[in-house]
């Protein structure tokens, strides 16, 4: 039977070899660089890129300062080369975030450059987003063509956690940007046995370690097993490679690891997230193997298998195989997850015939499945199973690869799609997409009830369009290629257009519009409060979009009250982070704000979202600040952030992130104090009934009870006074006159 459209001898056209009489190269990737370039390419790959920016630039400045926890190290770097060095919280150097710094420092460097505000933060990010973006391109059309490249392009730059990330200042974007310039290089290497590409990937893998550590090798393992087989060079050059390769990873991220283990502690900032001061720990630990296992210690959770999280997961959410497809993550990634996993499988069966080596352009198209599809399936394994901190907005290391994978599939199903099997194939794949994305898009109550069943119908008839297009003709199939495209993108871009007109901020944030079912506003806690709902200060990013709040509906997976680190759930008042609860020892039925200060920000007292602070107090932080290391002092990095941020003067988080780290120590504090080197103490507002927060809350943690120690002693020896809504303590001012207390 003759088709409209034969099956072609070759699945790459556009690859195929030099024609008589020209010089070929001997490799797979220059004969596709060699072939011409269509006229509409490169007017298409700027619109791509500009397009990406707009996206991202768009409405940037809402959000603020984003997660002030960088904002205020990156100020801080932007002040003191050390502090830019070690990623310290603060120009005065006590202690640092609770990662490594590299994220840190191109947000250092533009604020160095152009002064404080959220543009100058956040707008680094956006360019690593439209870097990626043209990483991502680059890798594609080397071997797939031009056409998969854009749409490969265009999927990674439409993923909702990706439009997030890359206008945000956390170090996902960074991991992700160098993550995807490693599965480039790697795809360079493969190309010809290239030990410079290799040893390129090594470097971008140690610089992704400085950004996230161990996160950064979650994809060696697929990335060495195929250059070991697949590379086209004996197996011992094969080995030799991959150990310069390592060599090159331990060399780019572990000079910075080096010096910091070997610079005397008492001369360098505490490493923020550890309990011992080591970075080697925090590593291992917190940052490490404690996120799979769970055993964080110090961790806003207190470390450990957590009370009512259920399903393996402590309580970050059940665990499992459909975790990234679950009501609060499968918004922020899985669009299009399915139908990369359909184009993983239909790549590598299409080309399984191809030779061993990558040394033919089908050897390499299979080679790139293979490293695409490994870098994805690992990495979703990883999140799907790991049971310590996991946040929705972890997802977006997922978006290059799912990008990848959907572009190189689908341009490979369209130029076999004269075959029964790569037409059934491409068309199972699209209803597949436009069934998910009617489900994703009825997650959210309210949101565009007449997007879901347009994306549904046009969906499945572009579907059955591109099951009849051999027999209809070229133009007719690409009509419904083109209607097929916009359904399976109309989800995702909804969801990124809610995303950039919106403010998102806090340590925990997340895509596009609230939903139903989700497991609450701690990123997968399964929390519930008080008649299902969230306390003030903290519902999730978006529940300002229509629709309930992420978590009304949540809770624990067996329905039982969250307990919070060391003592009762939220309605006790006992047990936030060491000790009473958030309201004035009341639970979270309080009047008053949930989250630290007035007006304050997200969770935990003020520890995942930053304080609204007046203008009295950002004068009161000003005057004479320049007789002292620290303005002041205040339990927290995030509400000590604020008060940096607002004031630009160094604020001391006692006990890091959470309040849980041993830093500093009540008798280093004195110390701090007697020899004039802190101006304030911060403590909670004042409130109605009540204590505040600092005065019976924040009591030690997993950190040894340093924070409550030291609130203990202040208050023992110090007055008090309330400045736009906040309690001051006045270091140099003992109380009766007396000189400062030891």
């Known amino acids: 039977m003759t088709t409209a459209v034969p099956p072609m001898g070759s699945p790459f056209p556009e690859r195929a070899p030099n024609p008589p009489g020209t010089t070929a190269d001997t490799t797979a990737g220059a004969s596709a660089a060699a072939a011409g370039r269509p006229r509409w390419e490169r007017p298409a790959h700027v619109a791509l890129l500009l397009a990406t920016a707009v996206l991202l630039l768009w409405n940037l400045g809402a959000s603020g300062y984003a997660n002030s926890f960088y904002s205020a190290a990156a100020q801080a770097g932007s002040e003191s080369w050390k502090a830019f060095f070690f990623g310290s919280s603060d120009a005065g150097n006590s202690i640092t975030v609770d990662k490594p710094p590299a994220a840190l420092w191109p947000m250092a460097l533009s604020v160095r450059l152009f002064g404080l505000g959220g543009w100058q933060i956040l707008v680094p990010q956006a360019l690593m987003g439209v870097g990626t973006t043209a990483v991502l391109y680059a890798a594609v059309r080397r071997h797939f063509g031009p056409a998969a490249a854009l749409l490969s392009g265009a999927v990674f730059a439409l993923t909702p956690v990706a439009a997030l990330m890359f206008r945000f200042n956390n170090p996902d974007a960074l991991l992700a940007l160098l993550l995807t310039v490693t599965v480039y290089c790697v795809l360079r290497a493969l190309d010809g046995a290239h030990t410079k590409w290799l040893v390129w990937a090594g470097v971008a893998v140690g610089f992704a370690f400085l950004t996230k550590t161990l996160q950064a090798f979650v994809i060696l393992p697929p990335l060495a097993l195929v250059y070991a087989v697949c590379a086209p060079t004996r197996l011992r050059r094969r080995l030799g490679q991959l150990l310069l390769a390592g060599a090159a990873v331990v060399v780019a991220g572990g000079w910075w690891v080096a010096i910091v283990e070997l610079w ?19 590593t291992f630990g917190y940052n490490g193997l404690g996120r799979i ?12 298998a957590r009370p009512g999280g259920g399903g393996g997961g402590g309580g970050w959410g059940e665990t499992g195989i459909d975790r990234l497809f679950s009501a609060n993550i499968g918004g922020q990634i899985s669009w299009l997850l399915p139908a990369a996993l359909v184009m993983l499988v239909a790549g590598l069966v299409i080309t399984w015939r191809a030779r061993r080596a990558a040394d033919s352009l089908e050897g390499m198209a299979r080679a790139a499945f293979l490293v695409w599809g490994g870098s994805l399936l690992i990495t979703a394994l990883v999140f799907s199973y790991m049971q310590g901190i996991f946040h929705e907005y972890y997802t977006v290391a997922l978006a290059p690869y799912v990008a990848a994978l959907v572009g190189m599939g689908v341009a490979m199903l369209w130029e076999e799609r004269g075959g029964k099997a790569a037409a059934l194939t491409l068309s199972a794949a699209l209803a597949l997409t436009a069934w998910w994305s009617y489900v994703l898009l009825g997650r959210s109550t309210g949101y565009l009830p007449w997007l879901r069943w347009t994306v549904l119908v046009a969906g499945l008839l572009a579907a059955a369009g591109l099951l009849l297009g051999a027999r209809l003709g070229r133009r007719f199939a690409l009509g419904a290629a083109g209607l097929g495209l916009a359904a399976a993108l109309a989800g995702p871009l909804a969801y990124c257009l809610t995303t950039v007109d919106s403010t998102r901020g806090g340590s925990i944030v997340t895509a596009g519009p609230a939903v139903s079912g989700g497991r609450g506003g701690m990123g997968g806690m399964g929390m519930r409060f008080p008649g299902g709902e969230l306390p003030p200060g903290m519902a999730p ?4 979009q229509a629709g309930p709040q992420q978590g009304q509906q949540g809770g624990g997976p067996q329905g039982g009250p969250r307990q919070f680190p060391g003592g ?14 958030a309201v004035g020892g009341r639970g979270a039925r309080g009047t008053e704000n949930f989250a630290g200060g007035p007006g304050g920000g997200g969770g935990f007292g003020g520890l995942l979202g930053g304080t609204k602070v007046g203008k009295e107090a950002t004068a009161a932080l000003r005057e004479d600040a320049g007789k002292y290391t620290w303005a002041a002092a205040a339990i927290g990095a995030q509400n000590a952030a604020s008060y940096q941020l607002a004031s630009g003067e160094p604020v001391m988080p006692i006990g890091g992130f959470n309040g849980s780290d041993p830093s500093p120590t009540l008798a280093q504090f004195q110390e701090y104090v007697r020899s004039g080197k802190i101006h304030y103490f911060i403590g909670e507002g004042a409130r109605a009934g009540g204590e505040g927060q600092t ?4 009591r030690g943690g ?4 340093t924070s409550s120690a030291i609130t203990s002693w202040i208050q023992a020896n110090y007055r008090s006074t309330t400045v736009a809504g906040a309690t001051f303590y006045d270091l140099t001012a003992p109380l009766n006159g007396a000189s400062a207390p030891s």
């Open 568 to 581: 009762q759930g939220a309605q006790g008042g006992q047990g936030f982070p060491g000790g009473q609860g």
């Open 293 to 304: 296992n769970g055993n964080e210690t110090g961790s806003v959770g207190g470390g450990g």
């Open 695 to 698: 005065g019976q809350g924040m």
């Open 264 to 282: 005397p502690a008492s001369s360098r900032p505490y490493i923020g997230g550890s309990q011992n001061n080591s970075f080697l720990e925090l």
């Open 541 to 544: 990013q978006g529940a300002q």
């Open 702 to 705: 997993p950190g040894g009870g």
